[in-house]
């Protein structure tokens, strides 16, 4: 009876220790989720599918390599149509998946809405897109960085293209009322008026995905306008300049990155001739940068679309925060993303106390023959 009870003892304790020794173990063999968050679908999938692909090479060469701290990384991709409505359940979503970090969202609206709920979750998120100032300037979402400038900067440049290169004294400013058009729009509208170099002829919203926009451009006539400064997104941005073009009108377009994608050309035809719209300087010089372009172009068959570079960038940031705080522990890598420098397409980065990246910044770029050239 005795020699019964003691084998039921060992047999227990030995139970007891395999449960402490799984339980122990388990989180470690647990893949880092990285989730991606954007439009991959719907007249912005073009803003939202590079950065799909950027964080597919990254992460797919960095667990060739063995993973970071010695675990796999695993991609979950949600699709939020860059609208706010869905992003808030899109990030619901990856936060029930039990990620570790977001890249994400694209659009500022989107990127909004979805931050509180990750803030909340303690997820730190970044961006390669959202270029909102609230977003980082506010002080409301610690969690949040991104690699490319805010839009107050975007709309000085723009703003002072208009008035030392151009020489305008008549300009107009529309935007498609959303978080990001608008508020890039307002900037340009301060920056116009503070210059009391050019008179604000016209100040106006219009309604993106509207079949017409006859009548905003007869205003943009009426003005008098040398240039439209345009703070919105490229459907409507060429919707506008074709209308204008076959009015016989030559009101030079003006306008951001969500206007700078091969997408609005390709629309836009022989009318987005001309053009002019800032974005996130040309890198293409740079060493890692041709590197990644040429493992688009190897993996996928093209040339990379827009925010790629700042979307390899994030996630090459995110991935080294992690290996430097040995840890996904929400405190340990967002003071890490803070601190750490790290090599990337756009430079050595690293980000400040608001999240913006140090070392980023914006040109100004024009349509000549069917492509976006970077003049300054």
């Known amino acids: 009876m005795k020699c019964i009870m003691n084998k039921s003892c060992v047999t227990i304790f030995i139970i007891v220790v395999i449960s402490l020794t799984l339980s122990c173990t388990k989180p470690d063999s647990q893949p880092v989720k990285v989730g991606v968050a954007g439009p991959h679908s719907g007249d912005l999938a073009s803003y939202g599918l590079p950065s799909v692909k950027a964080a597919e090479l990254v992460i797919n060469e960095i667990n060739e390599k063995g993973g970071v701290l010695g675990k796999k990384i695993e991609l979950l991709i949600e699709d939020d149509v860059c609208k706010p409505e869905l992003a808030t359940n899109t990030a619901t979503k990856l936060v029930s998946q039990n990620v570790h970090i977001i890249l994400g969202h694209i659009c500022s609206g989107a990127t909004k809405a979805a931050l509180g709920i990750y803030k909340d979750s303690k997820i730190p998120a970044i961006s390669p897109s959202a270029t909102n100032p609230a977003l980082t300037q506010s002080g409301d979402y610690p969690n949040f960085f991104r690699t490319i400038a805010s839009d107050d900067a975007q709309a000085k440049l723009e703003v002072d293209f208009a008035l030392d290169v151009l020489k305008l004294k008549k300009i107009a400013v529309l935007h498609d009322k959303g978080d990001y058009g608008k508020g890039l729009a307002e900037f340009a509208k301060s920056f116009i008026e503070e210059s009391g170099r050019a008179e604000l002829v016209l100040y106006e919203g219009i309604t993106p995905g509207a079949v ?72 293409s010089m740079n060493p890692l940068a041709i590197k990644a372009n040429e493992a688009h172009k190897k993996t996928y068959g093209s040339d990379p679309g827009a925010f790629f570079l700042n979307a390899y960038a994030a996630v090459q940031a995110i991935l080294n925060a992690i290996e430097k705080a040995g840890s996904t522990d929400y405190d340990k890598v967002t003071k890490a993303l803070r601190t750490e420098y790290v090599e990337t397409p756009l430079g050595k980065i690293r980000f400040d106390e608001k999240g913006d990246a140090i070392g980023v910044g914006f040109s100004m770029f024009q349509v000549k023959n069917g492509k976006y050239v970077e003049i300054n």
């Open 212 to 283: 017409d926009y006859s009548a905003v451009v007869q205003k943009i006539k009426a003005s008098g306008a040398g240039a439209v400064i345009y703070g919105g997104y490229h459907p409507e941005a060429s919707k506008i300049v074709m209308l204008m073009r076959k009015k016989k009108m030559d009101t030079i377009l003006i306008s951001d990155d969500g206007v700078k994608d091969i997408t609005f050309i390709k629309v836009a035809g022989e009318y987005a001739e001309g053009v002019y719209a800032t974005g996130p300087k040309d890198v």
